[in-house]
Nanobody
Framework: QVQLVESGGDLVQPGGSLRLSCTAS????????MGWYRQGPGKQRELVAT?????????????KYADSVKGRFTISTDNFKNTVYLQMNSLKPADTAVYYC?????????WGQGTQVTVSS
């Protein structure tokens, strides 16, 4: 079992920045991948960014981003803090959503409870 706890969501003006954090209840060294997804009002959940972890030997550290966030968002990890981050810059109203942390471990997907990001003036 893996518990994921997100934090960092807030109300921010367009053009602003936020950093989301997601801390896992166990070492993330053994995870296959971690990522961030989001679900905007009336929309389906979509991938924002993912990063391959140590367990994905051939692709450790590889990142993938949705086209809509490339160049603005950065995913990173602190393996010793069991934490994955999402640095979000140049935020737009279209980025308004609940952001969910995801971890893939031993073939199972685990999700956090979500953190609200609202971009509005």
């Amino acid at each position: 079992q893996v518990q994921l706890v997100e934090s960092g969501g807030d109300l921010v003006q367009p053009g602003g920045s936020l950093r989301l954090s997601c801390t896992a209840s166990r070492s993330i060294f053994s995870f296959y991948a971690m990522g961030w997804y989001r679900q905007g009002p009336g929309k389906q959940r979509e991938l924002v960014a993912t990063i391959s972890m140590v367990a994905s030997i051939s692709s450790e550290g590889k990142t993938k981003y949705a086209d809509s966030v490339k160049g603005r968002f950065t995913i990173s990890t602190d393996n010793f803090k069991n934490t994955v981050y999402l640095q979000m810059n140049s935020l737009k109203p279209a980025d308004t959503a609940v952001y969910y942390c995801n971890a893939n471990y031993l073939g199972h997907d685990y999700w956090g409870q979500g953190t609200q990001v609202t971009v509005s003036s």
